[in-house]
C-alpha cells in the first residue's frame, strides 16, 4: 500500500496499492473513516449500487474500473491506478490553499492556456453527453471527480459512484449529494426531479471555476469568447425550463463556438 484517503464524506476508505509491479486503486465501504458521520451498512450499500454504474458506463476517460471484491464485513471496488492531479483536493489542500497556494492542483489548472482548459471542458462535456445517451443523471458530479495529468496533458474522470438511471428524485432535500459550489437550485428541494436540466447547471458552474471568476458570474471575469460566456449564463438559469433541456443540446451549443 502506497497511500490511503480516509477523509470521504461518502463513507469510503481508499487505498493505492502495488500487486506483482502494477498499481491499483481500491474503494472500500465498510470501515469508519475521518469524515463520515452515517450508517456503515448504508456505504457498504452505496458501493454496491456503484458496481453496477462502473459496469455499465464505459468510456476513455473514465478511470478504468476491473471488479468488485466482497467481504466479510465490507466491499470494495477496484481500478488501475491513474496517475493525476485531483481538481479539488481537500484532504491536502484548505479550502484558501486550493485558490491561492502554488502547488495546489486547481491553481495549476488556472494557469494552463485558456485553450488547453477549453479542451478539458469540451472532454468533460462529450463524457457527460455519453452518460446522458445511456440514460443517467450525473449525481455528485464536481471538480472532485476531475483529474488532470499536467505532464501528459491527460484528463481522467472518477467517482461517479452517485450517478443513477433516470428517473431521478431529489428524496433528501436541502442536504442531496453534490457541493454548494455547483449545485442547482432543485438540488435543495425535497421531490425535486433531478433530469438532464440539472447536469447541464453543474456542467455550467465548473466552466466558471475553470475559465471565469468561480462563484463570480460577471463577463468581466471571464477569459473567452461572449458566445461561450452567453451559453454558460443560459444554462445557469434559475427556472429549469429556461436551460438546454439536455446535455447534448449544451454540448452541440458549445461546439458550436469552439474554434
Not at 469524515?35 to 478504468?64: C, F, S, T, W
Not at 474500473?65 to 477496484?78: E, P, T, V, W
Not at 431529489?170 to 428541494?189: C, L, V
Request: a negative charge; one cysteine or more.
Amino acid at each position: 500500500m502506497f497511500t490511503v484517503f480516509n477523509q470521504q464524506d461518502s463513507g469510503n476508505i481508499s487505498f493505492g496499492i502495488i500487486e506483482n509491479g502494477h498499481r491499483y486503486f481500491l474503494k472500500y465501504a465498510g470501515a469508519r473513516n475521518l469524515e463520515y458521520k452515517g450508517n456503515l451498512e448504508d456505504a457498504i450499500q452505496r458501493l454496491m449500487k456503484a458496481k453496477e454504474v462502473y459496469e455499465q458506463i464505459q468510456h476513455p476517460l473514465l478511470v478504468p474500473y476491473i471488479n468488485c471484491i466482497q467481504m466479510q464485513n465490507g466491499f470494495c471496488l477496484k481500478f488501475h491506478w491513474i496517475d493525476g492531479e485531483c481538481m479539488h483536493n481537500h484532504w491536502d489542500f484548505t479550502p484558501f490553499e486550493k485558490h491561492h497556494s502554488p502547488n495546489s492542483p486547481f491553481v495549476k489548472l488556472r494557469q494552463l492556456a485558456v485553450t488547453e482548459r477549453l479542451n478539458i471542458l469540451t472532454q468533460i462535456f462529450e463524457f457527460a453527453t455519453y452518460v446522458e445517451s445511456l440514460g443517467y443523471v450525473m449525481i455528485d458530479f464536481y471538480d472532485g471527480s476531475i483529474l488532470y495529468n499536467f505532464e501528459q496533458s491527460k484528463l481522467t474522470i472518477c467517482d461517479i459512484d452517485f450517478f443513477q438511471k433516470t428517473p431521478v428524485f431529489n428524496e433528501i432535500g436541502k442536504d442531496f449529494w453534490g457541493t454548494a459550489r455547483f449545485k442547482a437550485p432543485e438540488e435543495y428541494e425535497l421531490h425535486a426531479q433531478i433530469t438532464s436540466e440539472t447536469n447541464v447547471y453543474v456542467l455550467a458552474g465548473i466552466t466558471f471555476a475553470f475559465i471565469g471568476g468561480k462563484s463570480d458570474k460577471s463577463y468581466e471575469k471571464w477569459e473567452s469568447t461572449q458566445e461561450l460566456y452567453n451559453i454558460c449564463t443560459k444554462a445557469l438559469h434559475k427556472e429549469k425550463s429556461k436551460r438546454y433541456r439536455t446535455v447534448q443540446a449544451f454540448y452541440e451549443a458549445w461546439l458550436a463556438y469552439i474554434e
